[in-house]
Antibody
């Protein structure tokens, strides 16, 4: 069974940093592209980052987070990460990791999300 | 890249059909056949319903179908059921294959 479990969310002050993780199981992690998608409270979905499979050499970021967030993966640990720096109030959201389905913009499995709250 | 435009809400009675539109630009929906649709029930993670405009993942009923014309994609749901009541989001590659934008979401109410 495919499972994605996010962790590491919490309360952080504006300007602070946080790293969230996504532990996966039930599939060969290294073969899949991965993404982070977030959802602010009561709002819609926002794609924020992509990483290619295998060596994770190719990455991409939404304009709203480029230069502040860094996506990475550790295939040996079956884990995906998002390092978030210079956090702002508008980064408050539930952060989902999502597996790429083999095409583009298709996310076939999602975690349950981890809540990041940026507030003083 | 701006978000794709969806109606805020649509509604229909059980058994009826509804269509949800998703309007973008020549840089996203119009440029790629990589449009997908997600269903999200309250408090739950999104679920992939359609990808590559009109392909259904395994397990998604054929009541759900997709199409695209120019800069607008559409999700059609026939034979509405109570469990279809949810938020629906469209999504498209934009500017590059791996840069993605979502629509603002549409709340489907089954009357």
């Amino acid at each position: 069974e495919v499972q994605l479990v996010e962790s590491g969310g919490g309360l952080v002050q504006p300007g602070g940093s946080l790293r969230i993780s996504c532990a996966v199981s039930g599939f060969t992690f290294s073969n899949y592209e991965m993404n982070w998608v977030r959802q602010a409270p009561g709002k819609g979905l926002e794609w924020i980052s992509y990483i290619s499979g295998r060596d994770g050499r190719n990455v991409n970021y939404a304009d709203s987070v480029r230069g502040r967030f860094t996506i990475s993966r550790d295939n040996a640990k079956n884990s995906l990460y998002l390092q978030m720096n210079s956090l702002r109030a508008e980064d408050t959201a539930v952060y989902y990791c999502a597996r790429g389905g083999g095409s583009y913009a298709d996310y076939d499995f999602w975690g349950q999300g981890t809540l990041v709250t940026v507030s003083s | 890249q701006s978000a794709l435009t969806q109606p805020r809400s649509v509604s229909g009675s059980p058994g009826q059909s509804v269509t949800i539109s998703c309007t973008g630009t020549s840089s996203d929906v119009g440029a790629y056949n990589y449009v997908s649709w997600y269903q999200q029930h309250p408090g739950k993670a999104p679920k992939l319903m359609l990808y590559d405009v009109s392909k259904r993942p395994s397990g998604v009923p054929d009541r759900f179908s997709g199409s695209k014309s120019g800069n607008t994609a559409s999700l059609a749901i026939s034979g509405l059921q109570a469990e279809d009541e949810a938020d629906y989001y469209c999504c498209s590659s934009a500017g590059s294959y791996t840069y993605v934008v979502f629509g603002g979401g549409t709340k489907l109410t089954v009357l």
